[in-house]
Each structure stands twice: as C-alpha cells, then as structure tokens.
T-cell receptor, first 117, second 111 residues
Framework: GAVVSQHPSWVICKSGTSVKIECRSL??????MFWYRQFPKQSLMLMAT?????????EQGVEKDKFLINHASLTLSTLTVTSAHPEDSSFYIC?????????????FGQGTRLTVV | SQQGEEDPQALSIQEGENATMNCSYK?????LQWYRQNSGRGLVHLIL???NEREKHSGRLRVTLDTSKKSSSLLITASRAADTASYFC???WGYGNKLVFGAGTILRVKS
C-alpha cells in the first residue's frame, strides 16, 4: 500500500514555543490530508482537513490560529502547534487519501507524540 | 458528533479464544472500515466492507455489517498475543470525505 511519512515521531518542547509536524505522502499525490489528535486511551478526533493550495477546514472547536495547517504541495502538509501549552500534549496523526479507480483508501502516518513541558 | 460507539471498551481474553468487537454509527454510509492501532503507533487498515455487503472475511478476521441497525462487528478468531491492540471502526462522513472513528476497543490477548 501507499506510504505516509510523519515527522518527527516524538517531540518535547517548552511551553510557549511552536512545534511543526510534517506529513508526507511518499508514493502518491494527496490533494487532501487529514489531521487527527488522540489522547491516551481515547479515539482519534478529527481536527482539520488540509487541502492542497487552499485553506484548511477545521472541525468545530478546533482553534485555527492555534493549529496552523499548510498544504503547500501535493505530497506535504504541515501542522504547526503555536504557543504550545501542556494541555496540547497529545498524539497527532495525519492521514492521506489515495484515489484509485476503485475508490479511496486512507493511509496514516506513524503519529507524533508531542509533550509540552 | 458523528463518532460512533464501540463496545466493549476493553476486552481481555486468552490466546486461542475468539474476540468480538461491535461498532455502531449514526449516518448513512458507503462503507465501513476497521483499523488496528498498536500502543502509541499509527493505524493499520484491516478491512473495508461496503454498504451492500453483509459479511466479509480476511484471514482470521470476519466483519459483518447491518445497515438497518447501523452496526458492524469485527470477529478475530483464534486470537494471538500479537493481536493485542486497539481496534477502531471508521466511516466516511460529510463533505470532504472525512474519516470519522468510533471510540475503539482495547483488546488484550493473554498468552
């Protein structure tokens, strides 16, 4: 199957700093990518839909100024957690959809564990 | 919220036993997918069942879908310790084909 690479796999940052997470589709083009957040022992919550060349679409309750999404190319989307605080500590996962003749399939990055201290 | 419910929330079984997890959803769907997540890792796609299908098999996995009840079940037969993971159902919802996940079941298979 297709590969989605997410980097970094883990990061520790100081409160008040910003952290950028990259999501790349390695062998296919993804016009749409999705960013999820997951707290321990909970499910994945969709944060936003990243659209290549246009603004991201955020889910209700997600602060767009807090979680900046840029989808500058067909293979790269970035999520920047700005002015991070301890409550932003979480597991962030990206997903990219590959469109085929038979429909679409979602592929996931390995996730980024963010710890804000 | 479009997230579905899953039960049980946690399941602990002995190796060799079967594990059944259930998922319910709220809207009409084109398909329903099951994913597996090992602790602190990304997701692995297990199986997709279309809305016009009632049952699907893949190796030791058996998925059923009841669109009238808006529910699905995942059966893992002859479980192994390596099956220990969290399992999520997911449906495509809304404009933009967003993949929305159920609450998940944490499966522990004891050897």
């Amino acid at each position: 199957g297709a590969v989605v690479s997410q980097h970094p796999s883990w990061v520790i940052c100081k409160s008040g700093t910003s952290v950028k997470i990259e999501c790349r589709s390695l062998d296919f083009q993804a016009t749409t990518m999705f960013w999820y957040r997951q707290f321990p022992k909970q499910s994945l919550m969709l944060m936003a839909t990243s659209n290549e060349g246009s603004k991201a679409t955020y889910e209700q309750g997600v602060e767009k100024d807090k979680f900046l999404i840029n989808h500058a190319s067909l293979t790269l989307s970035t999520l920047t957690v700005t002015s991070a605080h301890p409550e932003d500590s979480s597991f962030y996962i990206c997903s990219a959809r590959e469109w085929t003749l038979f429909g679409t399939e979602a592929f996931f990055g390995q996730g980024t564990r963010l710890t804000v201290v | 919220s479009q997230q579905g419910e899953e039960d049980p929330q946690a399941l602990s079984i002995q190796e060799g036993e079967n594990a059944t997890m259930n998922c319910s959803y709220k809207t009409s769907i084109n398909n329903l997918q099951w994913y597996r997540q090992n602790s602190g890792r990304g997701l692995v796609h297990l199986i997709l069942i279309r809305s016009n299908e009632r049952e699907k098999h893949s190796g030791r996995l058996r998925v059923t879908l009841d669109t009238s009840k808006k529910s699905s079940s995942l059966l893992i037969t002859a479980s192994r310790a390596a099956d220990t993971a969290s399992y999520f159902c997911a449906t495509v919802w809304g404009y933009g084909n967003k993949l929305v996940f159920g609450a998940g079941t944490i499966l522990r298979v004891k050897s």
